[in-house]
């Protein structure tokens, strides 16, 4: 039996070419908004740090009606270190619209997500976007899809699916470049009548996977899924079982049942099979868990999610100035901001270690971790981080095993050559060389995971920030070795107080530095980085004494370099293994793991026998 009015599609697409853009215009042509209502750009990037950094973090739920059909969508995260939201939500869904840039053609995140949708056999369409934009080439975009489609071993019925040509930016979609640019309506066509109707049976018993993880501080977990037998109800007693965890059986009662509506969630009383719903009233639920009919209690077999490649150590501070700028300072507060974060991020593992002032945070890569670490310092939280580093495994033969990324680097020709030394020095492998759009080169390399730690700052300089970097991960393989990271040394404050200017002319002339005059600095703490390998003390709070000839306004003569700002990231990159990222609501200062400078150098001579 066919649900003919529901259509439930989920948006894919390599990072940045478009999804969120394409779901406003959904959105706004569906009628979802009132004529006079002011809407926002990336309406469904509901994160302060989604709109910032213009990329998707997690995936969100919206409904719209064309005619007659409700189309729930799902907008996914376009990022390889969010990849574990796309896995999960594909499961709710019977088709996607594959978003491709018209200038940029298929990119790697681009056949990550696309082989994904594949293997679960969901129907394809396929929307060539920006086909404003200039240099755009929608036609030989649209002939490398479907080269990528037969890569991919699509079957027969997913080769033949609809390719749409859209500016999702200028609110028209059309079957054929020729067309008058008018609306949307091809791109709903094409949906209504390509996307297969969800298939169920009303009279069996009622079944949902639960695939995402909402929470509500007033309500709690909310699980949101796909209806996919019978009829669910407020107040009926279910069970929850799990594919992975068969011995998972726990009574439950629906405490409330909601479906979605244009951005709202609308309460209702019951849902059929094809819905998208949302559930609240149960507390231990959690990705993956099928909530199902205490009669028939069989879970739905859920993929599980790909583990973490890379951990920090999240702390509690302890430098000389902790405590004086954030809300939240105690172990008690991080560790149960950690935990909460596990309520609606699958791809992330928190570990309790030996101290019960740290913890082992193990995410897909840097840019989830810092997207964390980013909200908790919004929140109010002060804490320090170590040196990301990545997590091996260990084969049969008990041989260590890396993790491994394809690395694809689109730069000007000019700039390859110092890519490639880069790269070739932190054990990445180049496998191919070829010409992308635009006259650049493009570099595809396989590289240990550990071996991009702390190198997309740098790959920006050296390339002038001309360069595009995407990885994708890409399995486990022996230990490559070691790799040396950092090539520059610590300018490391020697004392305790305010930085005067005196202090740190003398000092920029053995680096560059991270700070001003008239900061708060401390014994141990990083001030700036120099050209040589080895560390420096300075004395940044070095006032020029007075004299019988010189008065103390003649240091307004002395002229400093502007101090390197350094955002979150780079921060993060710079860090070297015997330091930590002091992360405040105001500040983000680097320190030595040990600030007093004699245990230092012991410690630092027992590494080296």
Request: hydrophobic share 35%.
């Amino acid at each position: 039996m066919k649900r003919e009015d529901i259509r439930n599609i989920a948006i894919i697409a390599h990072v940045d070419h478009g999804k969120t853009t394409l779901v406003d215009e959904l959105l706004k042509q569906s009628g979802v908004f009132r004529e006079n209502q002011e809407v926002a750009e990336r309406v469904m990037d509901s994160n302060d740090i989604e709109r910032e950094r213009g990329i998707t973090i997690l995936s969100k739920n919206t409904a719209v009606y064309y005619k007659d059909k409700k189309i729930n969508i799902v907008d996914t995260p376009g990022h390889a270190d969010f990849g574990g939201e796309v896995e999960r939500v594909l499961k709710m869904v019977d088709g996607v619209i594959l978003v491709v840039d018209a200038f940029e053609g298929p990119m790697p995140q681009t056949k990550f997500v696309l082989k994904k949708a594949l293997e679960l056999d969901l129907s394809v369409v396929v929307c060539i976007n920006k086909i404003d934009r200039p240099g755009a080439r929608p036609e030989e975009v649209a002939d490398e899809v479907l080269e990528l489609l037969m890569d991919l071993d699509a079957n027969d019925k997913q080769l033949d699916c609809p390719f749409v040509f859209a500016s999702a930016r200028d609110g028209f979609a059309v079957n054929d470049l020729a067309d008058e640019h008018k609306n949307m309506e091809p791109l709903f066509e094409a949906i209504v009548n390509h996307i297969p109707a969800p298939e169920g049976d009303t009279e069996a018993p009622a079944r949902v996977l639960i695939s995402t993880i909402d929470y509500n501080e007033y309500v709690g977990r909310i699980g949101v899924g796909k209806v996919e037998n019978g009829v669910i109800r407020t107040n009926q007693d279910l069970v929850v079982v799990n594919a992975h965890d068969l011995d998972k059986r726990m009574k439950v009662k629906i405490g409330r049942l909601y479906e979605y509506n244009g951005l709202n969630k609308v309460e209702v009383s019951a849902a059929g099979f094809g819905s998208i719903v949302a559930i609240s009233g149960i507390s231990d639920l959690h990705i993956g868990d099928t909530i199902c009919d205490p009669a028939n209690p069989e879970p739905i077999p859920f993929q599980k999610i790909s583990e973490p490649t890379i951990a920090m150590h999240f702390l509690v501070n302890d430098s000389p100035l902790a405590g004086k700028e954030g809300k939240y300072v105690t172990s008690r507060h991080l560790r149960d901001r950690l935990f909460r974060e596990l309520n609606t991020d699958v791809s992330l593992r928190v570990e309790e270690t030996e101290n019960t002032d740290s913890f082992k945070v193990s995410g897909r890569g840097e840019l989830h971790l810092s997207v964390l670490i980013e909200n908790m310092r919004r929140e109010g939280y002060e804490f320090a981080v170590s040196r990301a580093e990545v997590l091996t495994k260990l084969d049969e033969r008990n041989r260590v095993l890396e993790p491994m990324e394809l690395v694809y680097v689109d730069v000007p020709e000019e700039f390859s050559g110092n890519v490639i030394q880069k790269l070739s020095g932190r054990k990445g492998e180049l496998q191919g060389m070829g010409t992308a759009s635009g006259g650049y080169t493009r570099l595809e390399f396989r590289i240990p995971s550990r071996g991009l730690i702390g190198y997309r700052g740098e790959f920006m300089t050296d390339t002038k920030g001309n360069g595009i970097m995407n990885t994708i991960f890409d399995g486990y393989e022996l230990y490559k070795g070691p790799i040396q990271f950092r090539k520059s040394g610590s300018l490391i404050a020697y004392e305790s107080g305010e930085t005067l200017t005196y202090g740190l002319f003398n000092a920029q002339e053995r680096g560059s530095l991270f700070i001003g005059p008239g900061e708060q600095v401390y014994a141990g703490m990083v001030v700036g980085q120099t050209g040589r390998s080895e560390d420096i003390e300075v004395n940044v709070c070095k006032a020029k004494h007075l004299t019988n000839t010189r008065s103390s306004s003649a240091d307004d003569a002395l002229r400093l370099v502007p101090p390197i700002n350094m955002s979150l990231e780079q921060c993060m990159e710079f860090i070297d293994d015997d330091e930590l990222l002091e992360i405040t609501p105001t500040h983000l200062r680097i320190r030595k793991k040990i600030l007093d400078p004699t245990l230092r150098k012991r410690a630092m001579m027992k590494k080296n026998q």
